[in-house]
């Protein structure tokens, strides 16, 4: 179970095959089109964190050249997927070896044309993209190639990249500048073929291509290979040393080399799952996309929440990572874990602007978190479909819980690592600016004695700017904790680390408020119900059902939020009460969990790809994993089914989800295996019916272990490193 | 200058007409259409107070019947404003008696038919109106009359009434009962006519009528008297009793007796102004329409925002009421003056059965006040235009500051009467449910030691649920303030009152923390501009101008509000800063005053009636009485010239508007006048170029006080009361 694939072509659905058969790493995506699409049908060389901004619109991540665009003529009649018959067609992922391949038979007057191409971008390189082309016909017939550079790019907001230069010749070359950074974007491709016929070149309509003409045989399969290079801000030497040097060691050499980094990393990543192939695929499937994701290249980067898959979201950084796919890293790379961390400390600058222009003080997160911590979150992230006018949403000024999510992580890294050493590297600056942020944000209610949190937004994005939002208000009581948990275990340490930091940050006065008030933060009880109230008056709005309220919507795409439909009732857009019950586990009982979780799931739209993984988590803790499956399920293959929303109002989002293959994979681990270390390392197991046996390993305290649970008997092992 | 009058009919102006020459008291508000009209034409027996709902209809004011339907034939053809050939026609509303007249020549084949009709709704009666209808002919013709009483009514939310009786003869009489507490609401009308023609009469369409049909001859004047009487939940014994009695006085006796006691009301409440007639006209007219609404013939009664023209708003009292209108009467009418406040009082019930609802404590009054201060507001006030759906509106649930505007008007009455009586019979205790109600809502900001009030919505519609409005946060500070000023009154005054009350109410302990807090209630400053801000972050809006901002409208009556297009500009609605400015006008420096009314101004829609006298008052403190006067004329002529909203978003929100009459009755006096009482009874003239002398009088600590403001003298005369 190590290869997704289809087997017919809908062109209804390219933009989700795009997604589907995604290669790549943080430094470079590259969307499963077809070697003959172009701009039009969402090709997409994606260069995550290389930002740029055109006039007004959103600041987006830039594509790139793509190197991989070939077209074929057959005795001058062209083969394209969306004008030519096709007799067969299959596309393929192959997982373990992170390559994409593709088969398709055309038929071309009277002649089958089979053309095979594969594509793989090297794990060893930093921008690499390497890809075979093979072409058999029945009946001989002249072959045309056209293959090189296409530097129309599809862009949301763009086009981004001008004064566009263009060489052909053995190599063929496209380089050109962003507009808001002038970052240099430069892609050079060499076309290696052992076919003797007639090689020209030419540049014109925005590609430089290399012309083959073959006169086929009958029978005999003609290839080339195709290397390319991306390079950002590099100078040409440097990118066509590099080149030459992948070249010299050939296309077979480097996809062995390619081929054996990912065989390690899915060693230590893998989820085997037994008796349940749908499953083994759909976790394999997850992992994929987390392991395409590993921040290890970059010194400072986290993972986008579309991760490489587009320009979506703004290539932003989103609480997503934090709290969806630090878990798996946690278990799996701790390296990356680092990585994500201190993508925020490094962020910390921003986040402290960030607050400062609301009139806070310390720390507010960004949002939508590009370089440094900017927010590129607006204030309009959305479109009316009514009267076509951007929408003023909350999700930047209100969504305060971003900056404690972050200090969660914090606390999670450290609990999971033992790594005190990161608080010294400016973590512990981190968390004290949060709780400054807190404090100043939050309002005592006098004649009640507790403190209070107004105004924001929590994950459930359709309510906006509630009061005292119970997944915010514990998140500000943790950090309250937290910072005081801190303070004690730096004086039993001895270690005067701590007292200096606060002096330093002249944290004095608010760290003793902090001590007086962190036991009157306000936090929402269980009614006479059992039910904890999402925020104030939540209960009080309309008690809708979902079927009913999407059946209200006048338009498929309208928004729901805010003054939408959803806003006045109780219809929610994904886990929030449900989110928070699993974050802070301990603190509830399993009826009160239970309870909670019938009440809101069928209140729950699931709009976002958070809120699956989330209800699944809590189904397990409650001892309802077959409840969890279907979510997990949903979690784990969104982008491969590609049911998942791709417009909101008018606004395109689509893309892949990789919170989703976190929560898929956080589901199947301390779900269904139950993995817990309140007490030392444990599993409680809660296998859903289809499922006999998960095997797995994690990294704990820097220790690596072999776990396997079943219904009846599980193992956890200490294994070598 | 005592006459408002038309003498052209625009069928596209019946609504406003109705308006404009609207007669009746606070019992019963007779519309002025025309004697032919019916219910399409909106005509309108308002009965303010006798409030119904049909079913999710908004509650509102239920209309009667109408008791001077006439209809007129000339030789078997209609003579109808609307369909017949008009050489003439006149329609007047003589302010001085309070009464309606309307003269129009039709052309009626080769006939002209002149038809004279005049109204008045009896001042010295529960709910009676009279009128004289008159026919000259200039051939003879044969003339049919049908006039009776009319049961089709104009309804927004109706039909509320049910059960319609109908009874012809002598007496023509109409019952039937609302629909939501059953009232009985009966007409009963008797034709009184020298005519010795042929009578009959019918009960058909929802009309019982007297037929009457008249050889005309040519040049004689033909007239009948209408003496109508409505009941709400009274017998029609009584009814009927009460009918006879004023029959029998006679038409021209009860007119006398009318036209007399208004010439008495205009003694006190007249205000001359010589050299502009213009402005003189436009001063009575508001006086007029002040007059007419005049509580004191209820027990329990305030007036309703849109007076007795009709259904809109509700037939609710807002804060006009208090802030806009009661200065007149503090000056004129302290009985109706204390009416006001009693309603308030009566009100408290409701109020905090409000706050409760919300989980505050103290008294949050009603936005739209309906009786025993149920709020008639729902949190759907507007209709978009754009999906037809309601619009979530925020006016109920965060327009805090009506509670502080009802202390703010019983520290008024008080400072003004010296009735500190009141405070005994329950505006204490309205003062101490306010005050609590704020020390629940407001929160203390503990980084910066002061107390904050977040998520209201100011004077200012238009902007939503924010922090810190500039207005609020005055008024917040005002009642804390009062508080303790009674507190240290009582101690004073060696009268325990005052502590008893805090004991009865349970309000020591806010009491003193209220003292502790006082101080510190968050004022905004000027900043280095000298403008105060709006609200928190006002001044980061988008900066555009009114023209630009109304011209993206891409429909007439889109709401500007909320999430429309004001919503995150500058542009505000009404008078905001500049109203806090007027009501605590020792505060600030007349720099200060300036600049922030040079800043606000341009910015401000006017888009509510109560916005341009605010920004009059403030021009005249500032020594620019030029700015003044067009806006004083504008609020002084609202209800004459019709230039007001008719729609917002798709509800109809017409009707007449007491609270610019009463802010322009505040321009002249307090205004261009500069009446003050700080210290002492003083003027301080600040006459618009226009006008050379007002002469007015007042009422101040039970005395009456005849001034006369010129640009060289003033003077302030004591008169017999």
Redesign the interface.
Known sequence: MWKVSVNTFDPNRITHYGNQFLIGHLKIGVRGTLDEFEAEQKVGINLPFVYDQVSSGWREPVNGFNPLFTSLLINGEEAHMLHTPVISHVQELDMKKAMMTRTTIFQVQDIQVTLTSERFVSANDERVILGRYQITLNKNATIQIHTGVDAQIWDIYGPHIKDKKFKSGDYLYVSGLTIENEHQITCIKKVMTDVNDTLSDSIKDDKVLKHIIIHGQKDVCYHFDQYAIIGVDQSDESLMMKLNEIIHRGYENKRLEHQHIWENKWKMADVVIEGDEQAQLAIRYSIYHLLILSPHMYDVASIPARGISGQTYKGAIFWDTEIFMLPFFLNSDTKSAKKIIQYRINALKGAKEKAES??F?GAFYAWESQEDGYDACT?YNVI?V??NRP??TYFKDKQIHISGDIVYAIKSYIERTHDFEILKEGALEVIIEVARFY??YG??????DQF?I??VMGPDEYHE?V?NNAFTNRLVKMVFDYILYLRDYYINQKDSFFEQAVTRYNFDK?LL?IES?APKVYLKKPNSNHLIEQF??YFQLKNVELKYLLNQR?HQNEYLG??GLA??TQIIKQADVIAMMYLFRSDYQIKIMEENWQYYEPRTEHGSSLSSSMYALVSCLIGKPNYAYPLFMKSATIDMTGLSKEYTGNTYIGGTHPAASGGAYMTAIYGFAGLSFEKGIQVNPQLPSSINQIKFHILHHGKKYKISVSKNQSTIEEVQL
């Open positions: 609301y009139g003080k204030d009316d009514f009267s929408i003023r404090l100043d309002k005592y209610h006098i004649t009640k209070e107004w105004d700017r009061h608010e408020l008030l104030d008056g006048i805010g003054s806003g006045d």
